[in-house]
C-alpha cells in the first residue's frame, strides 16, 4: 500500500530519499502499522510524534491505503 509522509523539521534531512518514492509516498505492505513506516524511514519509533491523518497514533497504529501521516521531531529540553 501507499502512503503518504510529510517530514517535518530535522526529520526531513535525516530520512535518506530512497525511502521515499515520488511526492513523499512510502510503499509498504498492506499490513504494516506506524511502527513499520518509522522502520522503512530508517526512525526509531520514539523518535518522533507521528499523525495519522490529523490524529496523533501509536507505533501499533495499522495504516491503510492513502492515509496521510506527519511526522514530528521529539522535542526536548531543560
Given amino acids: 500500500m501507499k502512503i503518504k509522509v510529510d517530514l517535518r ?5 535525516r530520512v535518506t530519499a530512497a525511502s521515499l518514492m515520488d511526492e ?3 510503499e509498504l505492505p498492506g499490513d504494516a ?3 513499520a ?3 522503512a524511514l530508517g526512525l526509531a519509533p520514539a523518535s518522533a510524534v507521528f499523525v495519522v491523518n490529523g490524529v496523533a497514533a501509536r ?3 495499522q495504516l491503510r491505503e492513502g ?3 506527519q511526522a514530528f ?4 529540553g531543560g
Avoid at 523539521?9 to 534531512?13: P, S
Avoid at 521531531?73 to 526536548?76: E, L, M
Wanted: no cysteine; hydrophobic share 40%; aromatic share 0%.
Fill in 67 to 69: 492515509d496521510r501521516v
Fill in 59 to 61: 507505533a501499533g497504529q
Fill in 37 to 39: 513506516l518509522a522502520s
Fill in 24 to 26: 513523499g509516498t512510502v
Fill in 33 to 35: 502499522s506506524v511502527g
Fill in 73 to 76: 521531531p521529539v522535542a526536548s
Fill in 9 to 13: 523539521g530535522d526529520l526531513a534531512r
